[in-house]
Every structure is written in structure tokens, then in C-alpha cells.
């Protein structure tokens, strides 16, 4: 035989060798993923818990991205997808502690509804229930809890946390300026308590929100409001006064629950979504940009304590990316952030226009997007946010800590040399001086005069009109509503609906999410440029009220960086 000839014989059977292997390899994965095909109706379980979150994020070490729980607009699809599908027989829901915010409910809510509209019988179960987990299960059918459990439903209260003592003990004097009566972001730092104004402004907010949850509990248990306020007062928290109260429908384990829903044979939701999503990805995209985090200049990134940072240099970068790709039709942008740096803010804002020259820009609001994060919003062409969104906050603060104290404190002393009279203006040991302090403050108020531009002209309203709904001021997106700051109320899936209205778009059409998930290589890239990042997380979960300060002097460190103007919510606030 010719050596030409054995040569291809060779390469032919080495051809065929990785022909099979690569064969037998892709059989091998395939058949690990769980893909819904022609069965008998069965029960999708529903597992959410702490995990369930708004953005794609990042998985560990041990976890790739692809294998990370859904996010909770995947969640809501899959829902309303199971509603029609007549592989799915029935719903459980298995409720753990949620993170997400009363937006975030509620959106899930809207999808357990049209779930229900289907007549399948749905059932949720939790160990416990809080005021967002009982939400949650109240938008189901039938609501189980443990034996040994309890259903703390008792009210919303608002706790926001005050350092001015803190602060004082230690030397260090805030030299902050605001402008907008309401702006209360600068308050923590300079007050023991809340002003008037911010004390008015959080009682109409969470009148709001209390009103919607009495209301949504009443429609979704057939109960009469006043009821369910009395409930509230006075909560019955064991199981069997919470049956005998009509607020839970059985008392059972929650293998039970399982046992009833065929768990052995159920569906899985990651499973069901992985369908959901691949049928979202054909035809025409709409491509879903996530702005999840505090706005700061330069790259997006976790903080060293697991915040996360919307960087302008980033996002510019997938807005250019989604206004030259043809295949895009329309631009969602999904907006979960109280806000950060004014200068990133505007230059997000600035590619948002330029997108819009190409194609159609609406915003989704998840729980928060207000201050910058309603900054980057007001210029699209729709807004749509959730009842409970948590929006407005139109204003500005800025400035510095004078630190001067505490180095007295400590014993470190230092001389400074300057040449110019404002040449030390943002030096962290001095104070202002009156002409330097007027100098910033009319800086502050011409960054507040271009906030109400950009808000005027994108929402078409007078500056005056802006004006008298800014100030600072923060609102639910009900009221938001009704003052002209958002146009409709709804979900992830109302704001892609109105995308695809606006861009003609017929048909199927695809979702494309950005950012995309990190892959293990790309984690293991960034943590190295990152060090100390798991050791400081680790401190923020042993220590959480140490963990909470920390990650707020990060975020107003990051936000501030530059002496930049700032456009966000105050400092750490709780709503319960």
C-alpha cells in the first residue's frame, strides 16, 4: 500500500474515531438535560427562596452560570408559559425567605394570576411566611404551612439606620450639601433622625405600599380590607390560628404537599425554563439590558462586600452593541438601582438616545429605580414600572467627610501646602469655607437644573411640572403614575410587549438578555485582578449590620470618586 494511500486511511479512521467520540460526548449531554416532550400532564414545582434574583449574576467556583437557579423574569415567563401548556397539570409552590423587594412580588404575583385564570389547581407551602412570602402564596389557589411553622404577617414598618452618633464619637464631620427639599440621601450622615420632609415623604410611600398589600391580600383570600387590617394587627402566627383565621388553607409538612403533587414525577422548573427559553430565542430579538446595582463610572462590578456596581463604561458598551446589531429590534432596559454616580448616570443616559435613533427603548422597573436609576429611564420612549417600584427620588447630593477629628483622636497630624485659595476644596481635613461651600452648592443646583431637563424633555412634561414632583421626593410606581413619571404599571412582560408594539414587530420573537453570565474562566480572571474579594464578603454575611455600613461607605466611595455629583436614594433603608 502506498504511503499516500495508508496516510488517508489513517486520517479517515482518525476522522471516524472523533466522529464517534464527539458523537457519543454530545449524546451524553443531551441526554442529561431534562427536555419536555410529548408526556402525561404533570405538576411543575415552583422552588423560591433567597437565590431567586432580578439580573443575571455570577456563579462560583463549583457552580457554572448555566446551573445557577432562575432569575425571577424567567420564573414569570415560565408561569405564564405552564398556564397554556398542557403538559402541566398543576402548580406547587415552595416558598423560602425571599431577598427580592414588594416589585419583585408583585410581579410574580401578576404571573401566579394568569396561571390561576387557567383553572389548574395551584398550591403553595412555607415553613414560615413574611409579609412578601404570604403575598407570594395568597396569589395561589390553596396555602399550606408547616405544623411547627409561622405566618408573621403583621404590617409593613421602615427602618432606616442613622450615623450622625457614630460619626461624632469619632471625629469625623460630614460636609455635605443637597438640593431638593426632599433629597434625604445626605440626612443619615447629618441627623439622628429624620427631617419633616423626609418624615412626610416616607409616611406617603409606605401608605402606598401598605394599601396595595392590604388590597392584594383582600382580592386574593376574599377577604373584606378591614379584616385583613385587623389580621394584620394582630396576626395570629401559629398555624392553627392562622386556619382558623382563613389566612392559610391547611396545616401540613411539606413532603405532604409533594407526596400530593406527585413530586417523584414532577416537573422541574429549571428544566421547564431551559424549554421556555429556547422557544424564546427564535425570530426577531428583544434584547433586555440589566442595570442591577449602584451607577458608578467605569466598570461594572460586584463590591467587595457582594453589592453590585452598574459601571457606565460597560453598559455603554452593550447599549452600542444592541443599537448596531440588526438582528435587535427594540431595547428593554430593566432598571433595579437606587441610583450612584450623576456623570455615569448622564452618560448611560446619553447612549440610551443614541439607541433610541435606531430603535425603540422602553424601561422595565423592577423594585427600585430611582435618583440615577430613574435618570437613565426618563429619556426612553416608555416606562413602565410595578405598583410597589420604589421610583422618583429626583435630586442630588454631594460633598465630602472631614476626617480632620479623627486623625486628632488618633494622633496623626499633617501640613498641607497649597497655591490657589480653593486649592484644598475637597480636602478630607478641612471643612468648606463659605465661598468654597456656595461654589459647590450652585454646582449641585446646575446638575439638579440638567436632572430636570432630561427628565422634562423625556417625559414631556414643563420643568415646572418636574420640579414639583421632584425635589428629591420618592414615590411608588402608583403614584409615579399619576404624576406622569411612568406610563403604565406592569411587569418585564408588559414592557416587551409594548417594545415589539413600537417596533412593528409580528410574530415570534426572541429574548436576548445582557449582560451575559460569566463563565467559570471569566470568574476566575476577575477574582484574580480582585483580591481580599472573598474575605470581605465573608466579613459582610458574619457581621451584617457591620456588613450593611461597610457596603454603603464602599458604594458612596465608589459613587463619589472625583468629588462627582451624586444622584441616589439614602443610605440603608429596610422595608418589612
Known sequence: MRKSTRLLLWISVLGFVLFAATTAALVLVLSGERVLGDHEPRTLVVELGPALCDAPREGTFVMDPQNLPP??????????KAADDPE??????????????????????????????????????????????????????????SPAGIVLVNGLHVTETYYKGTLDRIGVDPELEHVGDFKSAVEP??????????????DAVL?????????????????????????????????????????????????????????????????????????????????????????????????????????????????????????????????????????ASDNIWRALQEVR???????????????????????????????????????????????????????????VYKRGEMADLFSSTSAFSEDGRARFRAYLDAFYALFLERVSEGRNLDVAQVHASAQGRVWTGEQALDRGLVDELGGLDVAIQRARELAGVEGETGILRLPAEKTIVEQVLEELTQPGTGASRTLGTALPEAGETLALAETLARVLEGSEVAAMLPGVIELW
Open 357 to 415: 435613533e435606531e430603535k425603540p427603548v422602553v424601561v422595565s422597573m423592577s423594585d427600585v429605580a430611582a435618583s440615577g436609576g430613574y435618570y437613565i429611564a426618563a429619556g426612553s420612549d416608555l416606562i413602565v414600572a410595578q405598583p410597589a417600584t420604589l421610583t422618583g427620588s429626583i435630586g442630588v447630593f454631594g460633598g465630602k467627610m472631614n476626617v480632620a477629628g479623627l486623625y486628632e483622636k488618633i494622633g496623626l497630624t499633617r501640613h
Open 88 to 145: 402541566v397539570a398543576g402548580l406547587l409552590l415552595v416558598i423560602e425567605p425571599l431577598d427580592i423587594g414588594f416589585g419583585g412580588v408583585q410581579e410574580l404575583v401578576a404571573a401566579l394570576e394568569a396561571f390561576r385564570a387557567s383553572e389548574k389547581p395551584c398550591v403553595a407551602h412555607a415553613d414560615e411566611y413574611g409579609n412578601k412570602e404570604y403575598l407570594l402564596a395568597a396569589a395561589c389557589g390553596r396555602v399550606e404551612v
Open 71 to 80: 432569575l425571577l423574569t424567567d420564573v414569570t415567563a415560565a408561569l405564564r
Open 207 to 343: 401608605d402606598s405600599l401598605y394599601g396595595q398589600f392590604v388590597d392584594a391580600i383582600a382580592r386574593a383570600r376574599g377577604m373584606e380590607q378591614d379584616r385583613v387590617r385587623s389580621l394584620l394587627d394582630r396576626p395570629p402566627l401559629s398555624p392553627n390560628l392562622a386556619l382558623e383565621a382563613g389566612m392559610v388553607d391547611a396545616v401540613a409538612f411539606e413532603k405532604e404537599a409533594r407526596e400530593a403533587a406527585g413530586d417523584d414525577d414532577a416537573i422541574d422548573l429549571s428544566d421547564y425554563v431551559r424549554k421556555v427559553r429556547r422557544a424564546r430565542s427564535k425570530g426577531v430579538r428583544i434584547a433586555v439590558v440589566h442595570a442591577d446595582g449602584s451607577i458608578v463610572s467605569g466598570k461594572s462590578r460586584i463590591g467587595v462586600l457582594g453589592g453590585r456596581f452598574v459601571g457606565d463604561e460597560d453598559t455603554v458598551e452593550l447599549l452600542e452593541d444592541v443599537r448596531d446589531d440588526d438582528d435587535v429590534a427594540a431595547v428593554v432596559l430593566r432598571v433595579n438601582s437606587p441610583g450612584g454616580s450623576g456623570l
Open 189 to 202: 450622615f447629618e441627623r439622628t433622625a429624620p427631617s419633616e420632609e423626609a418624615r412626610m415623604a416616607t
